[in-house]
């Protein structure tokens, strides 16, 4: 399920999200959330295709980006930001 970062203090599953905090949700939840939420990086990179991941890792200074499979090279950017 793909992650996103809460804009504002929500409430999911009972409980108390706070503003900045990650949270799991359907594409379907995070569209009826609006702007109260937005994707998280690791979501948005996720979203990308291998060269663009790549040519992000070379331009983020990351290596052994060139043999590395989509998985690694967004857990790499993840962490790099």
């Known amino acids: 399920m793909p992650k996103y970062t809460a804009n504002e203090y929500l409430v999911h599953n009972g409980e108390i999200v706070q503003s ?16 109260k939420v937005s994707e998280s990086a690791e979501t948005e990179l996720k979203s990308k295709k291998v060269d663009e991941l790549k040519e992000l890792a070379e331009a983020a200074g990351i290596e052994g980006f060139s043999s ?9 950017l993840t962490k790099a930001e």
């Open 20 to 35: 900045g905090s990650e949270v799991e949700l359907t594409a379907e939840q995070a569209e009826r959330l609006g702007d």
């Open 68 to 76: 590395m499979k989509k998985d690694e090279l967004v857990e790499a």
